[in-house]
């Protein structure tokens, strides 16, 4: 069954740009019919989605990160990324992988990465 | 955005229990509800799907129902597995919303 995967630093200071990648095993991150998120979870606290992008290149992001996010793909490593700029504090998290599936107009999370935790200190 | 609110925000039980958990919409979403699962240090892991269609895999004690803006999860009897922290989202409308999560914890 699909596998995800997150990696990328655990400490970024604050100013700058977080980046993760999440590696797709088992599937195809080209196959239709998904789009590949970004979910992150603060300390002790509930799931906020980030954003997703379909294996075209097409995304979705929440209008709440928005002017500081870039989610893109890369179909011939059967990854996907984020970076989120300026982070502050307040961007210290888990960050979660997941594949949004799209049957028939219903979306749901199917298949999730372990998480990856970033703190943003100096 | 919606907003999603869970109550209650935690319960004790006991295995054998019947558990119900209550996810409300700030407006309606038809059926468009999803209900996760997480234990700590893991990702969550769907249990129910369009509000009450259960994810392969998902032990059927595992229940969803309603429509609109109220939700319902039931848990119908308690393994000691289930404790756990119980997630609702909505895919009504982008951006995708949870709920603040429900604690079952062992009595």
């Known amino acids: 069954q699909v596998q995800l995967q997150e990696s990328g630093p655990g400490l970024v200071k604050p100013s700058q740009t977080l980046s993760l990648t999440c590696t797709v095993s088992?599937?195809?991150?080209?196959?239709?019919?998904?789009?590949w998120s970004w979910i992150r979870q603060h300390p002790g606290k509930g799931l906020e989605w980030i954003g997703c992008?379909?294996?075209?290149?097409?995304?979705h992001y929440n209008p709440s990160l928005k002017s500081r996010l870039i989610i893109s793909v890369d179909t011939s490593k059967n990854q996907f990324s984020l970076r989120l700029s300026s982070v502050t504090a307040a961007d210290t998290a888990v960050y979660f992988c997941a594949r949004e599936n799209l049957v028939a107009g219903i979306h749901y999370f199917d298949y999730w990465g372990q998480g990856a935790l970033v703190t943003v200190s100096s | 955005d919606i907003q999603m609110t869970q109550s209650p925000s935690s319960l004790s039980a006991s295995v054998g229990d019947r558990v119900t958990i209550t996810c409300r919409a700030s407006q309606t979403i038809s059926t468009y509800l999803n209900w996760y699962q997480q234990k700590p240090g893991t990702a969550p892991k769907l249990l129910i799907y369009v509000a009450s269609s259960l994810q392969s895999g998902v032990p059927s004690r595992f229940s969803g129902s309603g429509s609109g803006t109220d939700f319902t999860l039931t848990i119908s009897s308690l393994q000691p597995e289930d404790f756990a922290t119980y997630y609702c989202?909505?895919?009504?409308?982008?951006?995708?919303?949870f709920g603040q999560g429900t604690k079952v914890e062992i009595k």
């Open positions: 989202q909505q895919s009504y409308n982008t951006p995708w919303t």
């Open positions: 088992y599937g195809s991150i080209s196959s239709g019919g998904y789009c």
């Open positions: 992008i379909y294996y075209s290149g097409s995304t």
